[in-house]
Structures are given as C-alpha cells and as structure tokens.
C-alpha cells in the first residue's frame, strides 16, 4: 500500500488489505466493450488488453463480449459477473455528449446497472467508460494525452479481483 505508507507508520499494528494490479496471472477477467462509437472503444480495448496482458493475465484467461451500446453494458456484465467464471468483468464504452439529453440517460443507465452488477453478485465490475462533451476529450482520454482510460480500467480490475479474492466473503443476506 504504498500512498498510504507515511499514515501507516504511526499505526504499526493495522493490517493492511489491497490488490495489487500488476498481479494478474491467474485471474479470469471478462471483457465488455460496447461497439458504438467505435473509433473510441477500439482505443479503448486495445489499452485494456494490451494492459492486462502486461499484468499477467493470461489469453486463454479473458473473455470478449461485445454490445451494441453503453446502455447494454450492464446486461452482459450482470450475466458474466453472476457466472462464477470469473475474477472481475471490466466494461468499456464511449458516450459523447450531443445535442439532446440522450447522453444523459445513456450514460446513467451504464453507470447505475454496472455498479448494480457490482452489488447484486459481489464481483468487482469496472466501469472503463468515458463520458465526455466532445470526441477531442475523448480520444484525449482513449490513448491520447491524457492517457486511456481502458487500460487504467484494467489496473483496477485486477486489483480489485486481488483484493476481493483476499477480503472475507460474509454471509449471504
Ligand atoms: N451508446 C453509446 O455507447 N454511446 C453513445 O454516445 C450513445 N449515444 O449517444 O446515443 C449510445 N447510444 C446507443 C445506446 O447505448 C443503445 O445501444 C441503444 O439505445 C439501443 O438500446
């Protein structure tokens, strides 16, 4: 835990718990990536890939799916996490904002059915999805200069697939 170091020195008997991304051998990961705005999620996929191979994370290991749209993320990230197949489901889409308030429900709908993937089956579900007013900000944040946004997804989902496999899982409500 390294940010957190100069605290924990005062404390020396807290145990500390959190994954580490560069941990991934082992870990099966499920990819969902929404095919519209393409020219976005292509950049988007290609960091998360390339990422999660760098960590370890083996190909016979990662799934594919892919959607239409943001808006059918949470479908298939529900299926996959509930599955039991694997360690984390990482989504990823692009919704650009236009000139109606389309963008709006887009956008919620993917963020609230991801977290609610989340919630309802305990595996962690990355939300690798940008949501922008322009197509600059968003090639800027797909591999451009300020760097993509699907490869830091995929840190995240091996962390988080690292941390819940060593948190206790607690009863079941
Ligand atoms: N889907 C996106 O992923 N991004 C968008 O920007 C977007 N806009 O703007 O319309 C979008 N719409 C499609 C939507 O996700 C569904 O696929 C469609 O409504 C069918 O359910």
Known sequence: MRRADP???R???IRVRSGDARAGRGLRIAVVAA???ARITDRLLAGALGRLEQSGVRGQDTVLVVV????EL?????RLAGSGRHDAVLCLGAVIRGGTPHFDFVAGEA???IAAASEATGVPVLF???TTNTLRQALDRSGGRFG???ADAADAAVEMARLARSLPRGRRR
């Open 128 to 130: 690798g999805v940008l």
């Open 111 to 113: 963020a609230r059915g």
């Open 35 to 37: 095919r519209f705005n």
């Open 7 to 9: 605290p924990l020195a």
């Open 68 to 71: 239409p749209g943001a808006f």
């Open 74 to 78: 949470p479908f298939a990230a529900r």
């Open 148 to 150: 993509n946004r699907g």
């Open 11 to 13: 404390h020396p008997g």
